[in-house]
């Protein structure tokens, strides 16, 4: 297993929330290695644990709520979103975790995961469009999310020496 899924998750109707899947559009448009899939999963994050299979890693682009400051951009291991309550994802972590563990009661196997999500300025209100604050910084979330996207597809493609699985 050395794939890794980039998921978008949020709801495109609620402003902020769809941080996550804007990205994965944005993302899915560019040229990536071969070991890289970039996918939208809109909410349904517990309907998507059967799309985990053979993948090592996966990488989830979602709103993040750690109270820094709209636009804020975080990088949270899973053992961070299990251990620190404090940080939360959108409405949707939990769903998420639950899907990992079904994947690996479903497989035998479940992969890593690691979130990259941005602090939201809005996500109550109707609109298809992010809040100011949160487009003024999507250039720059975009460009850690390609960073990240870059350094694990490295890592599970095994050129990345000083990284193990």
């Known amino acids: 297993m050395d794939k890794v899924l980039v998921m978008g998750i949020g709801n495109l109707l609620l402003t902020d929330d769809g941080v996550g899947v804007h990205a994965a559009q944005t993302l899915a448009g560019e040229s990536w290695p071969e070991n890289v899939t970039i996918m939208e999963a809109g909410t349904f994050t517990q309907d998507v644990f059967y799309l985990f299979k053979g993948f090592a890693h ?96 490295r890592q599970y493609a095994g050129n990345d020496p000083g990284t193990t699985c």
Not at 88 to 115: F, K, Q, Y
Not at 128 to 143: H, I, K, N, Q, T
């Open 58 to 153: 996966v990488l989830i682009l979602d709103i993040v709520h750690g109270h820094a400051g709209p636009g804020t951009v975080y990088r949270l291991s899973e053992s961070q979103l299990v251990d620190n309550e404090k940080q939360r994802l959108s409405i949707h972590d939990i769903d998420l975790l639950d899907s990992l563990r079904m994947a690996e009661m479903l497989h035998g196997s479940r992969p890593r995961l690691t979130v990259m999500g941005m602090e939201p300025a809005d996500y109550t209100s109707w609109s298809m469009e992010l809040s100011p604050a949160v487009r003024e910084r999507f250039p720059a979330y975009l460009d850690e999310v390609r960073k990240e996207i870059l350094r694990l597809s």
